[in-house]
Every structure is written in structure tokens, then in C-alpha cells.
């Protein structure tokens, strides 16, 4: 890689340079153009869900195309012809493809056919589909226990795959079900589940339309959730009012100009943030802690929904405003200020978040902070107010509700194994981490994934990769090579499958995205592959060759006919009333959510106010905390180019970014390579050559891009509660 360049960070996202982008993406691609194509039907009515991410689509009208620059690198990405067959492992062997890297990787194209690495081979070979099913129920039903197999999903997975696989793993007898979202917003689904009785959000878009003030916390909306940005516009044209909390000053908070509208292509942009709260990196829980002891209850509310208020109320009146300061780094009287913005007017207040709070040991205690907040005024459960975790993956939602979990409740168990003649295991799974230390252990010893990169996702990735190296088969339903599928068990087979572009057959799958909307997606372009399968035939394959058709399960005739999964679905989860018929009513429909109507499914049947030691992440004496993150460039593990526009960055990604008199101290000078130390319980991890760039960030901080910096995550630090990697606070220290 060249040496990067550094310029000035932008201070508003969207506008000409983004179209610009995209058209790069999209254009620059060789092969047939199957992109431009493909953007004119993305997140329209009846087109098929942006793979991007899980912000919302209008519910009435739709611009053409609902532009996002990120949607276009995606879907530029998921078009590119299928170059990577039999003649390309040929030419390229496994330590070949490990030499290069992510973006290399992602440039080459499509996976155009089955391919298997045989024992002790050194390139991948083509397989038939039969012999690749037969290979794998050799494999798992050769397995002293259904336990020693993981089954691992990424949020891409439709509700009709998800719901198929989570049938296949119990009925082959296990609940071993990690998916990215053990890495992702798991510590939300546990917090909102302690707090408000549903592990999900409880806005719509329309309540941001109607909301005063908008909090975004420790989230980069231009990068990764474009669309929002429309969305705050709106919102900030209406007269609400923005808050940012962000160690670092990124672009999409500050201001947006709108693609789509001349002004915007101008580069007129619209200021976002009228609040800017460069918070300590963890420093979020006191923040909240004190925003409560500033407000005054709603005491209807607090009465009629609410359990707990009075040892909160005295856990704030304990709590030290010096405490506070320090931990957040944000002083007492901006922190009033901000009370004071939302407390004033009607209390319609949103907060949304992402994995600036999700990815730390004490993520669930701070999501339950920011939840009393919400309480204490009432913010929640009507129109302009309440929750927003904004998720990442497009259907990363609906895959929880279909069932992808390690621990999925009796009651959705029980109607399971009722409509499927079947007995699922209640034995919890193993989540992410678990799976990973179970496969180092050599406990789990087949390794199967519906999608993802779990190499490179995971914590630790020199462990991570050792753990799947264990193994005696490693399998990957994929789209695009990885490095997953060069970080190998004995054995290994790379399975491809339609992508959501991909005309199937004419059916089409549905998802849910951050906001629980259930809609359909069809693809319409030909398939880049005649040897692709869809996810949900690849999954029947599979289940017939591993378990055979059992009780009132016929894979292959569900796998035919999504509608017949999607009655199944009716069947076992609720809300999915009238399931076909309302898939195909145009926006779909929206699932029901307790909370919003404020019914609260909890333990003692209120909200409940949590009251948890404050804290914050220390790293040690002389050490600073890196927090890992996204450039511009990037979705998630796919790296599109090496370039970070709105933090300035051109050509770079092993770098870290740290506050410049941090660097200073340390004699490190601007783009100089340093070697980075994390420090945890087990050992010392390092890494070498990432070059220092100074930013814009409180004293102490760092960050440097997932996922590069993965080998630094200790795989044993995980969020109390939820399991999370703690991804944002790694204790490190820098040297020249
Ligand atoms: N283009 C694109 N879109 C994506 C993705 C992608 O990789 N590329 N990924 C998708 C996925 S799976 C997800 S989960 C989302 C991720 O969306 P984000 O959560 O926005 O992604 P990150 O880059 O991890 O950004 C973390 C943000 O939190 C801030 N932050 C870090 N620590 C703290 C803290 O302690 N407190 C506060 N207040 N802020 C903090 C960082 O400075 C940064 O702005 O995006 C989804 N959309
Ligand atoms: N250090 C650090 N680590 C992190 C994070 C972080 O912030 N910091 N973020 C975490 C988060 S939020 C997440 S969600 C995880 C993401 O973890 P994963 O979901 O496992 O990773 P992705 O990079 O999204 O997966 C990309 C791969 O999915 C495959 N793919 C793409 N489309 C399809 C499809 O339609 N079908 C199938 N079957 N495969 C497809 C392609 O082969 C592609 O290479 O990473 C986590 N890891
Ligand atoms: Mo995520």
C-alpha cells in the first residue's frame, strides 16, 4: 500500500463527492454493468432490500432511488461478474490468497461455483452440490454430540433462510446458533429487554418528524446509516434539534448536504448537530447518569408504568458531580444545559445508538442509564419519543425474530417443535465467543456459517484463527471470497448463493429492518452463476442430506415455496398474522411492539429503572483506550478501497488515530509507524507498522479501523451481561 495522505476532515457528508463515489463504484466495475441496473430497484417498492444496512425506507413515497453512497458501493460489490472458479483456485493457492489483502480479496468477483479444499490440499478444487451435502453429513452425523457443530449466522440472511437454519440446527439437535449479532447490538437486546420488556427499538420514522430533540450517541450515521441522514434532515428543517456524543468529530453529525436535491449537490449543507459532546471513549454512562440527576420525574408516569424510581433516585442523589465530570469528561454545566434542552417543551426526545455503546464491558448498564432517562421523562411510548438502536445488517433483526439465537425462549421452542413435529434441545448454545473457545478448546469441531466473515469479525484474530484451523470441516455459504474461507478446518467447502440482487427464480424474501417493518425483496438481475443456489435451497440441501425429512418437516417442498416457510413462520412467531398476504401489500407491515403501546413485558410487568454501579472504562495507569471502527470505505469486513473521506484519510488503513499531544508525549510524529501493546487479564497482544495520525479526540483516546486492528481484542473481554466484544475499549499503549 502507498503511504497515505492526511487532509483536513470534512465537516459535512453527502453532496457531489458522494454521487461521485459511488459512480466510481459502481461504473469502475468490470464486466457487464450490472450495477446501475441494480440501483435503480434498490429499496424501491417491490425492488429488493439495500444488503447495506437496516435504516428504514419511507413508508409512503419513495425518491428514485433513495440515494446513499454506501448502498451504491454495496450493491456495485454484490454485481460484480463470477471470476472466482475452478480456473481462479487453480491459479491462486491458499497461501496465495492469504498474502493479499481484504480489498484484493473483495475486487476479484463473484464465487461462481462449489469449491472444496481436500485434506491436506493446497488449492481449492470444484465439487458438485450432492457430494459437498454428502461430505458435511458425513462430517456432522459422524460427531459424538449435535453440540460439537456450530452454526453461525451474519445479519444478510432473509427471515425465510433464517427461519429454515435455526429449524435445521434444533432438528439436528442443537442450539449452538451464534450470529453477528453477539458481536453487534446484543447488549442492547439485553438491556431494552431488562428495561422495557422488548429487546428492540420503539420509534417509527415518522416519530422523528414529530421529535424536539434527537440524541445520537456513539454512532457514525454518514458513514454507515446515510439514509438516516435524510431522515435528521427533515427533522432538523422541522425545528428539532440535534445532539451528538462522539469522542470524534464525524462529518455526518455535523452537517449533510443532500444528494438528491441541487442545493445539496452544491454543497449547501444543512447544520445537524446544534449540540456537540466530545464525551470520553465509555464515558457515556456518567453522562447519562448526569443528564437523571438533573431531571425532574414525570411522577404520572413514573406511577402509573414505572418500578424502581425511588433507588434510582437515591443512587443519583449519591452519585458526585466531580464523579461525573471525570468519567465522562463532559463538565457539570453542559451537562445541565442538555438537561435542560430535554426537559423543556413536551418531552418528545429520541436517543439512538450504535456500537459506540454497544461494544463495552459495562454496554448494558449504560444502555439501561440512558433507558431511566427516557423513563424519567416519559420519553417513550408516544409519538416523537423513545428508542432507536440502529442497527447494522439489513436483516440482522429478523433473523433474532425468526429464531437465530443460542437462547431462544421456551415459548417460541415449544410452538416450534409443535408446528414441526420435532423436540428441540433447551439446552442454551454457545454465542460467538463461546463458539470460538469451544473450537479452540476442540470441543466444537465442524464449523458451518450462513454468511459472514467470522475470521476476520471476530476478537483476537490470531486465536480466532486457530480455533477454526481445529476444526475438522469449516463451511461457508458465501458470496464473495474471504479470508474465512483461507482460515480452514482439515477441511473446508466455500458454498455459493444468490445474492439479494439475483433474480430467484421470481420468488422473493423478506426482512425487517431497525424499526421492526417486515417488507419483501425481490432481486431481478440474472444470477452472475448457473451453479448458484438460493439460501434457502442450500440450507434444504443440506438438511436433507444431514437429518432427512423429520416429523412434519419436507425440506425440499418448504424450500420450494417461500410462502410455505413464510406460514410456518405465522405458525411459530407472533405477529406474523396474515404473513403472505401482508409480505405482499406495498412498504409490508409493521410488527407489533409492547413497548410502544406501553405494555410493559417484564418481569414485574413496569418498566423498570435499573440501578447499576457507575463506572467507566479504566485502561491503566499511562495507557490509552483504542476503540476500533469503521472508515468510509469499508462494510464491515468487505473493504471497498483504502480511503476514510470524511476523516480525510487517502490511502491508509493501518493507522491509528490518537490526540495529538498523546503522540507528542509518546515521540511518535504525524504518519511515523508505531507498534501498538493491548493489555488484558490473559496476555499482551501486539501489532506493528500502523502509522500515527493526530486527531481531534479527548486526551487518552485512540482509534484504529476494524478490522485490522482485531488481533488487539482480548477474546476473554466481553460486555457484562450480553457477550458482547468489548470492540471499543482495549487497553493499549503506543510506541515509536
Ligand atoms: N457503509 C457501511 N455501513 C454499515 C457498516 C459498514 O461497515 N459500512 N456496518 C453495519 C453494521 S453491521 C453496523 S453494526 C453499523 C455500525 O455503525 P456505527 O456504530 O456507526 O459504526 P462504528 O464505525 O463502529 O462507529 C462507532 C462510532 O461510535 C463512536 N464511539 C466509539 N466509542 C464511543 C463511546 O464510548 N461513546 C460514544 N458516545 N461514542 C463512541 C465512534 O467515534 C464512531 O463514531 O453500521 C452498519 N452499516
Ligand atoms: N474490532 C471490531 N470487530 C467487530 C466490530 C467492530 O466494530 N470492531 N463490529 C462487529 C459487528 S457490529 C458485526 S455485525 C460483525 C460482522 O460480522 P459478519 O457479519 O460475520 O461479517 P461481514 O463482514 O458483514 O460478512 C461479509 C461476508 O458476507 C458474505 N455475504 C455477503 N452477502 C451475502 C449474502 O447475501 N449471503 C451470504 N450467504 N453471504 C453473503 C460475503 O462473502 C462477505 O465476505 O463484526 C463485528 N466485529
Ligand atoms: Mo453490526
Sequence with gaps: MEKPDLKKPKTWAGGAPAVASSMKHVIGRDGPLRGPRALLELNQIGGFDCPSCAWPDPDDERSVAEFCENGAKAVASEAMP?????????????????????????????????????????????????????????????????????????????NEAAFLYQLFARAFGTNNLPDCSNMCHESSGTALKQSIGVGKGTVTLDDFLEAEVILCVGQNPGTNHPRMLTTLEQAVKGGAKVVAINPLKEAGLTGFAHPQKVSGMLGKATSLASTYLQVRVNGDQALFRGIAKCLTADEPFIAAHTTGHDAYRRTLDATPWDRIEALSGISRSEIESLAGLLASGEKR??????????????AVATLREIANVHLLLGAIGRPGAGLCPVRGHSNVQGDRTVGIWEKMPESFLAALDAQAGITSPRRHGH???????????????????????????????????EALRRCRLTCHVSTKLNR???VHGRRALILPCLGRSEDDAGRFVTCENSMGVVQMSRGTLKPCSDQLLSEPEIIAGLAEAVVGDTGKVRWRWLAEDYDRIRDWIEAVVPGFDAYNRRARQPGGFYLPNAAKERVWQTESGKAEFGCDDLDAFDPGEGRLILQTLRSHDQFNTTVYGNHDRYRGIANGRRIIFANPDDLKERGIGPLEPTRITSYAEDRTRTVEGFLAVPYDMPRGMAAAYFPEANELVPVGSVAEGSGTPTSKSIAIDIAP
Aim: proline fraction near 3%; glycine fraction near 6%; hydrophobic fraction near 40%.
Design 484 to 486: 474465512s474461507h483461507l
Design 82 to 158: 463470477a471470476h472466482v472458479d475452478r480456473d481462479f483456485f487453480a491459479r491462486h493457492s491458499i497461501d496465495d490468497l492469504l498474502a493479499r489483502d481484504d480489498a484484493w480479496h473483495d475486487r476479484q468477483g463473484r464465487i461462481a461455483e462449489p469449491m472444496v479444499l481436500r485434506e491436506g490440499a493446497t488449492h481449492y478444487e470444484p465439487i458438485s452440490w450432492d457430494e459437498a451435502f454428502q461430505l458435511l453429513a458425513s462430517e456432522l452425523n459422524g460427531l459424538e454430540s449435535p453440540d460439537e457443530a456450530v452454526f453461525y449466522t451474519s445479519g444478510r440472511a432473509s
Design 431 to 465: 454465542d460467538t465467543v463461546a463458539s470460538i473457545l469451544a473450537m479452540h478448546r476442540g470441543e466444537a469441531k465442524v464449523f458451518f456459517a450462513l454468511g459472514g466473515n467470522f475470521a476476520q469479525a471476530c476478537p483476537d484474530t490470531s486465536f480466532t484463527a
Design 349 to 362: 426526545v429520541i436517543t439512538c445508538w450504535a456500537m459506540g455503546l454497544t461494544q463495552h464491558r459495562n
